[in-house]
């Protein structure tokens, strides 16, 4: 696996960007450079803990939603978001057949620490209206990024994504609906949405990433669009955010918690006050406000009822 | 004779009215206890499964809630979220915590519980909308034909885990005897139809309570037989009876919280 | 290889939409055994959509091809004889005898609706 400089390995390599390049999709099992490999499983296993992770904090207002159509709503989510979890991590533990890693060894990386989960996912809910900005701007967030990657050159990815996407669709209009039915209520209801809203701004505005890698050190921007996995840089990526977002925020009397923020026609892009880098850093080590309750939720409920799994092993024919 | 909405005596009303809240507050407890399990199963693809099933749950629960409505009493997101715990009709059972532990916090659900209460849970609703599918109040019975649609999957979902479970390590059936023993002890009031049982009865609501239970008994006696499991007995006198407003301090912690933001402002659109 | 008994067991999904339509492809799912994993097949990849039929298989009990392998696939397109294409001129020939040619759209017209031939 680890390419042997032969000359049949540069061949491999040259068939194998030829292809991308002509558009073609790359399957399990295709010759793939390493780091092509090694990318993929960085990329996909860290988006497939971030939506079991991302289930967690939603979660939380399932039991508590305030009408019968609203448990039903936030239970439907919450079941893609695991859902969701599940294609992707099918599709890293294809990626990692030759390391001989399965599910199992996912869960210990991410207990661990090896295996990151969204930064967005690592932080608080405080109040139903959470439950409306992390399914319209959280998961508006994560259209964005994941639309992008709907022709990624890895088949298998680019297919869970079609499926993903598909659903992040309902997620955004159930996020809507709550928003709505909030902006549009009670004084007592306005005022939730809007601390809810300022609270989760700075959140919004990491999800996409530090612009370059000068800002924290580490960005797998540059490899991830040389091989066709996704073609636009965090920046972009956020300012396409701005486009589609804040002109419908402001249209619903809500208020962008960033006095400075406008639009700068000169150079065509939104203007804003970066968020603190440094807490940035800090959450992605896990050290962000619920990283370790979420994460011990995860490891006990995993652990707790490992009889399970062990019962059943025993009854494989 | 089978009656619609509108040609209702006093008595067949309040018949109708007790043995709809039971229908409607067992699902809703149920579905509620199965939705603090999301994300939290043994595994994700059964993470899924059986989310689904806790979605089917509450839906018949709003199905229940809405034919209250259709009855005057009262509107079906009211019922469901701010009737205090002495007027809730549900049985033990389906109150019952996870396990130990909030659900906010890092909780200790049990597997094995789950899966006996809802094997024997689905059970016994299955026999019943059996039965209310003949029922003498014609919209109720319409409802029970649709719910009968969703039950096939949930039984089938539960009784595979149930077997499995049961015929594998001496750890599991360990587990799964010892939330048998929990679960039955629960079983008292789960085919009682609490004070209206008269009136349910002779009106023809439903099969009788006696029916249901020598029903509930003949349908899990083959998979008892099979797994050479002693049939289990259901109580003959239950300690607190949820049909008749009795309950533990489970429901009362669950009520605050399905409650806590509805009662921020209960007449506002959620 | 020995047997090795794990709970991460790989199955493949396979569903129909409704009785009529050709089997689909899915995706997979990990199952300890068969039956879980048909429980599972449905809540998993089909929340939404309809569904009349699902098959599951084992990844273990699949042939799969190679790369060496799927070189076989590969073919020239000099094979105008197998289909319409290679007879393209009869259409022309048949307007000669004042008739129309029986082409892939009429024949395949041809079952079924009673009334076709009134309706000529």
Redesign the interface.
């Given at each position: 696996m680890t390419g042997s400089n032969t000359i049949s390995d540069e061949n491999q390599l040259a068939n194998f960007m030829q292809r991308i390049e002509a558009g073609e999709k790359i399957e399990a099992?295709?010759?793939m450079p390493e780091d092509y490999r090694q990318t993929l499983i960085k990329l996909i296993s860290m988006h497939g803990m971030s939506e079991i992770m991302g289930a967690l904090p939603e979660k939380e207002w399932v039991p508590k939603a305030p009408s019968l159509y609203r448990k039903l709503g936030i239970m439907?989510k919450v079941?893609?978001e695991m859902?969701h979890g599940?294609?992707l991590l099918?599709v890293t533990?294809?990626l990692l057949e030759p390391y001989g890693k399965?599910?199992?060894d996912l869960m210990q990386d991410l207990f661990n620490g090896d295996l990151k989960f969204h930064n967005v996912f690592h932080m608080e809910t405080k109040s139903w209206a959470d439950a409306g900005i992390i399914g319209w701007l959280v998961d508006g967030a994560a259209i964005i990024t994941q639309t992008n990657m709907l022709k990624a050159s890895y088949g298998p990815y680019a297919r869970?994504l079609q499926?993903i996407c598909a659903e992040e669709v309902f997620h955004a209009q159930h996020g809507e609906s709550i928003i709505m039915a909030l902006t549009e209520g009670t004084d007592q209801q306005k005022a939730m949405i809007q601390e809810s809203l300022n609270r989760w701004w700075e959140a919004l505005l990491m999800f996409f990433g530090p612009a370059s890698k000068e800002t924290t050190g580490s960005s797998k921007q540059d490899l991830t669009i040389r091989y066709k996995i996704r073609t636009k840089t965090n920046e972009e990526f956020r300012q396409l955010f701005f486009d589609k977002y804040i002109p419908r925020i402001l249209s619903l009397g809500l208020t962008i918690p960033d006095p400075t923020m406008h639009f700068d026609k000169e150079n065509q892009m939104w203007s804003y006050k970066q968020p603190d880098w440094n807490e940035f850093k800090k959450i992605i080590k896990n050290q962000g406000p619920r990283s370790e309750a979420r994460l011990n939720l995860r490891r006990q409920s995993y652990e707790y009822n490992s009889w399970v799994?062990?019962a059943?092993?025993?009854?494989?024919? | 004779m089978s009656v619609s909405q509108n040609d209702l005596t006093l008595e067949n009303r309040e018949a109708i009215t007790s043995l709809l809240f039971q229908l409607a507050d067992d699902d809703f407890m149920y579905a509620y206890r199965g939705s603090e399990w999301l994300g939290l199963a043994p595994?994700?693809?059964?993470d899924?499964?059986s989310?689904?099933i806790s979605q089917d749950s509450m839906g018949h629960a709003a199905m229940f809630y809405t034919l209250l409505e259709d009855l005057g009493a009262g509107n079906a997101n009211d019922l469901a979220h701010s009737r205090k715990a002495i007027d809730r009709r549900n049985c033990i059972l389906t109150e019952r915590v996870n396990g130990e532990g909030y659900y906010m916090e890092t909780p200790h659900y049990d597997w094995a519980y789950a899966v006996v209460r809802s094997y024997l849970y689905t059970q016994a609703k299955k026999v019943k909308i059996d039965s209310l599918c003949g029922s003498s109040y014609k919209p109720l019975a319409e409802a029970a034909v649709k719910v009968r649609i969703e039950l096939y999957?949930h039984r089938?979902?539960w009784e595979?885990w149930f077997k499995?479970l049961m015929s594998s390590t001496d750890i599991a059936k360990n587990k799964m005897n010892a939330a048998l023993k929990l679960v039955m002890n629960d079983f008292g009031d789960v085919f009682s139809y609490g004070n209206q049982k008269l009136a349910i009865e002779m009106t023809k609501l439903i099969g009788t309570e006696e029916e249901m239970k020598a029903n509930w008994t003949a349908s899990i006696e083959p998979v008892f037989t099979t797994l050479q499991l002693e049939l289990p007995k259901i109580p003959d006198s239950p300690e607190k009876n949820g049909r008749m407003g009795e309950h533990t301090k489970d429901l009362d912690e669950a009520l605050t919280t399905l409650s806590e933001v509805y009662l921020l402002d209960p007449v506002a659109i959620w | 290889m020995g047997?090795e008994?794990?709970?991460?067991?790989e199955y493949e999904v396979f569903s129909k939409r409704t009785t009529s339509s050709v089997l689909q492809h899915q995706?997979?799912?990990?199952?300890?055994?068969?039956?879980?994993a048909f429980?599972?097949a449905?809540?998993?990849?089909m929340?939404r959509e309809p569904v009349a039929d699902i098959w599951i298989v084992n990844r273990k009990h699949l042939r799969?091809m190679?790369?060496e392998e799927k070189m076989t696939l590969g073919r020239l397109e000099n094979k105008d004889y197998r289909t319409t294409k290679g007879y393209g001129y009869l259409k022309k020939k048949w307007r000669m005898y004042e008739q129309e040619v029986l082409d892939e759209k009429e024949i395949l017209s041809w079952g079924g609706e009673k009334n076709e031939r009134q309706s000529k």
């Open positions: 099992d295709d010759w439907a079941q893609d859902g599940q294609l099918r533990e294809d399965n599910r199992g869970a499926r799994r062990d059943l092993s025993h009854s494989v024919r | 595994h994700i693809e059964a899924i499964a989310s689904s999957y089938l979902h595979i499995q | 047997e008994k794990t709970f991460y067991q995706f997979s799912l990990l199952a300890p055994n068969e039956e879980m429980i599972m449905q809540e998993n990849f929340r799969k190679s790369n």
